[in-house]
């Protein structure tokens, strides 16, 4: 979790929203995964939390593999291009909302963040602009509301 910036940015979806403000991850299982291709060799194999990080940077529409991680941004730009563009849940919502989140508390919390540059070749991510960090907050149904600084409506 070094050399995060301060803030992150996500745009929340529906459910998150009508939770009060909170990050809830799609699945509530371990962030996991076996190897998958394309993959670029050699690879480690088994479950591992770096299959994770490369199968949920896929999670875009279209895609339909959920995990336990919530996707974030450092850049509030792409957060208010997902929060205007791209909701996923494809439901329409009045108000959108993106929350910045503060990085410097993710040990506090027990939070683990996982850069996806870290863990995938440059040719293999999926949205390089979005320079996606992961949360995962394991063993715990949604995200603490302690997490969330601040709360934009776009």
Known sequence: ??????????ALRPAEISAG?????KAQKPFL???RLPQILAWNLGEK??????EHQWDKPGNQYETSGVSTTP???????????CDPTR?????????????????ALGICA???????PSSLISVPEDDEIILVCP???HFPKELIVGITSV
């Open 1 to 10: 979790m070094n050399n995060l910036p301060r803030y992150l940015y996500r």
């Open 33 to 35: 995964a076996h190897p």
């Open 49 to 54: 939390p770096e299959h994770a990080v490369r």
């Open 139 to 141: 063993a715990a149904p």
């Open 114 to 120: 996982h850069r996806v540059a870290d863990y995938v």
């Open 91 to 107: 439901m329409i919502v009045a108000t959108k909302f993106i929350a910045t989140i503060d990085a410097t508390i993710f040990g």
């Open 75 to 85: 850049h509030f730009h792409r957060a208010r291009y997902y929060a205007e563009y």
């Open 21 to 25: 403000y909170v990050l809830i991850p």
